[in-house]
């Protein structure tokens, strides 16, 4: 817990005492401040009510500490990284997403591929190797945190991602990273946040066993009894896209997430809900999409579109692709926040839509 104390030595002033936002589950929604999310609304005959469509954008406190990589993602207008601006710039953005009817986004303590997919060498992670905090890490998260608070947006806080999680030295290294993460997220008042364990904790690439799916329900239950006051976070995990959560995650989550990625066949994304229900263990609880990399928006049926007919809320992905615009992708560093690019407006002008968001008094 040195990191965590840290922490609450270095930021004492700074903690929220007053919340603006908080979130809760009823049932299989979502509710904002004790209401559902987009009250009474719905779309070509599909309840939207309880949703939360939501966006990847992992990559909000990224920095590199490995110097050999960091020189990659500097910016091509001053030919330097620069973490600040990377998190500012997030900041400055989300009072647009919001407005456009998104509610939620992922961000991860230790990022996500910043080429969009793959790990190569760099070293992202809010922790230090025995599970203490990085104080300019959770210096720049809280900039972002209380921008949700005051926005009224609900932060799905990812722990731990593949290719990372090796920088911990062990299994009780990752149980202390855990456990100073979400107590440092409760020492501060925020009750507008869900906790993503991992990133696709099926994935191959995870190194300390506890973090691996067999054992993942572990760190769940782990995080469940970090309380304050009686208060805790609702508490998940992902899977690998296209996969199906298993039984020990289903019995402990308060609720799921899953993968659209390699998923190029809409009926699949309903199939998934579907296939999801049937796990056993399961019971009412919101299921959300938070990582998708399929678009078509402008199509009457879609990945997301089918998730919406599931009553399953929706998350797009989007890198950077070989040759196109610094503008483009949410994953791909140094990353450009706005919503200027073809696929962000698409997917933004599609949530709008679905919403009716901004929401008139």
């Not at 973490?83 to 961000?107: C, K, Y």
């Not at 690439?205 to 973090?211: D, N, S």
């Not at 020990?248 to 229900?277: C, Y």
Request: charged share 25%.
């Amino acid at each position: 817990m040195a990191g965590f104390f840290l922490l609450a030595l270095i930021l004492p002033a700074c903690r929220h005492s007053s919340p603006k936002t908080s979130v809760s589950i009823v049932g299989e929604a979502f509710h904002i401040n004790g209401q559902p999310t987009y009250a009474g609304r719905s779309w070509r005959g599909n309840k939207i009510e309880g949703l939360l469509f939501n966006s990847r954008m992992v990559q909000g406190i990224f920095d590199d500490l490995n110097p050999e990589t960091a020189v990659r993602w500097k910016y091509p207008d001053t030919d330097t990284w620069d973490p600040d601006r990377n998190t500012d710039e997030f900041v400055a953005a989300m009072a647009d997403w919001q407005a456009h009817g998104l509610l939620s986004f992922t961000i991860n303590l230790q990022g996500g591929s910043p080429m969009g997919y793959g790990n190569k060498n760099w070293y992202n992670s809010a922790y230090e190797e025995d599970g203490a905090l990085r104080p300019t890490y959770m210096a720049r998260l809280k900039k972002i945190l209380d921008r949700a608070d005051e926005l009224g947006m609900v932060p799905i806080v990812g722990l731990f991602y593949f290719g990372q999680d090796q920088f911990l030295a062990d299994d009780e290294a990752v149980k202390r990273a855990a456990e100073n993460a979400v107590d440092w997220m409760l020492e501060q008042g925020y009750r507008n946040i869900l906790i993503e364990v991992a990133n696709e904790c099926d994935n191959r690439g995870y190194e300390r066993e506890i973090i691996k799916a067999d054992r993942i329900h572990e760190l769940i239950e782990l995080i469940k009894g970090r309380t304050k006051d009686g208060f805790r976070f609702p508490v998940s995990t992902s899977y690998n896209g296209g996969r199906i959560p298993r039984e020990n995650v289903v019995r402990s989550a308060d609720f799921i997430l899953i993968h659209g990625n390699g998923v190029s066949d809409p009926q699949r994304i309903t199939e998934m809900v579907a296939e999801t229900k049937a796990v056993p263990g399961f019971r009412p609880m919101p299921i959300v999409f938070n990582e998708d990399d399929h678009y078509g928006f402008e199509a009457d049926t879609n990945n997301l579109v089918n998730a919406v007919r599931a009553y399953a809320s929706w998350g797009y992905f989007d890198f950077r692709r070989d040759g196109e615009a610094f503008a483009s992708g949410y994953q791909s560093v140094p990353v450009d926040w706005r919503i200027n690019a073809p696929r962000k407006i698409a997917f933004f002008e599609k949530v709008r839509e679905i919403t009716a968001y901004p929401r008139r008094p």
